[in-house]
């Protein structure tokens, strides 16, 4: 399947940096950390299918694995003449980062698995939240998502990130939504991280109720020297509520690839 991916910026011969989105949430998600990065790196931001822009191939496009999608992510980058990248995917797509590092490590120079899990959930979690979104489309998920996404006070501060993140995920199309939460009730990487090689950095939002910053470390136990950092007053978005901080770690992970 193709993945669709834009450049940030046009910045040729330089490393190349692709970020990918959370479950329900645009592609610009990276967006002030990526901008962060674009004097000395190609930046390109992917889309989940249908998150941003219509699915990039209508065929099959509710029908997919995490595999599925960090294939054609790799396909889609070939395309467009990218044959080695540092991959930084948060959540779902962080599993993607991990499904590359485990099934296309060729490709890969660097990764960043932001606030995600080798297991989400279970069959029946999901299945009611497909339910949920089937009843009363992702805006019906506005509010529990809130407490999860984002810190305790972040979203009563004088900044506007959250609320447009909240208000994209209500516009989100329920099908491409609900087709990703069937790929994440399939997978399940818990036998299989010890086999990645690629350099790791694992970030977590200190106050993420879900993947927690002990989860998190779990994970880093198991992927041979990779490195696990912690976002303060943060939760599941990080990248959103403290971009200069997932900047700063991310360039010194880099630095050191």
Not at 42 to 70: E, R
Not at 115 to 130: L, V, Y
């Amino acid at each position: 399947m193709c993945i669709r991916i834009q450049p940030l910026n046009d910045n040729p011969g330089s490393p190349v940096i692709v970020f990918g989105n959370a479950l329900g949430t645009r592609m610009s998600l990276w967006s002030a950390v990526a901008g962060r990065l674009a004097d000395d790196y190609q930046i390109y931001l992917s889309d989940l299918p249908g998150h941003t822009l219509p699915a990039a191939d209508d065929s099959g496009a509710n029908d997919f694995t995490v595999s599925d999608l960090a294939s054609g992510l790799v396909a889609s980058l070939a395309d467009i003449g990218v044959e080695k990248f540092t991959y930084a995917g948060v959540s779902i797509s962080g599993a993607i980062g991990l499904t590359l590092a485990l099934e296309h490590p060729e490709a890969l120079t660097g990764l960043v698995a932001c606030a995600t899990s080798a297991k989400f959930g279970t069959a029946e979690s999901w299945a009611e939240r497909i339910k949920d979104v089937e009843e009363d489309g992702t805006r019906g998920l506005l509010d529990d998502t809130a407490d999860r996404w984002f810190a305790a006070g972040f979203l009563t501060e004088d900044i506007a990130a959250g609320h447009l993140i909240l208000t994209d995920l209500a516009l989100v199309d329920d099908a491409a939504y609900i087709a990703c939460a069937r790929a994440l009730t399939s997978y399940d990487l818990s036998e299989g991280l010890q086999a990645i090689s690629t350099p790791t950095l694992f970030l977590a939002g200190a106050q993420d109720p879900g993947c927690t910053p002990e989860a998190m470390a779990e994970l880093a136990d198991q992927v041979h020297e990779s490195r696990l950092a912690v976002v303060p007053d943060a939760a599941h978005l990080p990248m959103a509520e403290h971009p200069e901080i997932v900047f700063d770690h991310i360039h010194d992970f880099l630095g050191a690839l």
